[in-house]
């Protein structure tokens, strides 16, 4: 590893310099920028492992999540699933590599931005709906526009709970304990949740 880590500094080196015209100045020139580009890049090595705390464990954490979105967007594709494997690498990689007070923090804070987003988002929504203004310029009656509500407030509490009690039977099938088992009353409560 040395080897390779020194030939990619000694070839960005020799990168840098005007080849055609080789003297003992240009020789020094290129033993300054590979001697610089070998220490700074070994000190900042060095920096970086003892720059380890859960500060900067969470905030890197949280960082590489929000690079992958970036990089989504520069390249005009879609955030959600990018962000969503680069969790599941995270999860599987970095997660085993903190510190546990760090694992604690992360849990926590993600579950609190968590939190606040969905809250903001059924607020807005919730806003949105009871615009007064958007209701008047509707040319749907209030009986078309109720039965729309309602048929789509219907629908949501299907899928949800096409979603929950399937998946709750297979993770009781799985379950080896029997006191473990998610009961139909806890199905039917996390059911309702889901679709609030």
Known sequence: MVNDATSIVLFNAVQSLDVSNIDLLTALKLLRTFLYLFFTSTALGIAMVHWHST????????????????????????????????????????????????????????????????????????????????????????????????????????????FVFPIANITNCIKKRPSTEIELRKQVIISDIFST
């Open 55 to 162: 500060d900067h464990e969470v905030a890197l954490m949280m960082l590489m999540a929000y690079l992958s979105d970036m990089l989504t967007e520069l390249l005009n594709l879609r955030g959600i699933l990018t962000i969503f494997l680069c969790v599941i690498v995270m999860s599987h990689y970095t997660w085993h590599n903190v510190t546990e007070s760090s694992r604690v923090t992360t849990k926590h804070a993600f579950a609190t931005i968590s939190f606040i987003a969905e809250t903001f988002i059924f607020l807005y929504v919730g806003i949105d709906a009871l615009d007064i203004d958007k209701w008047k310029s509707s040319k749907a009656s209030p009986g078309t526009s109720i039965a729309v509500s309602s048929t789509l407030f219907a629908l949501v509490l299907v899928g949800r709970a096409a």
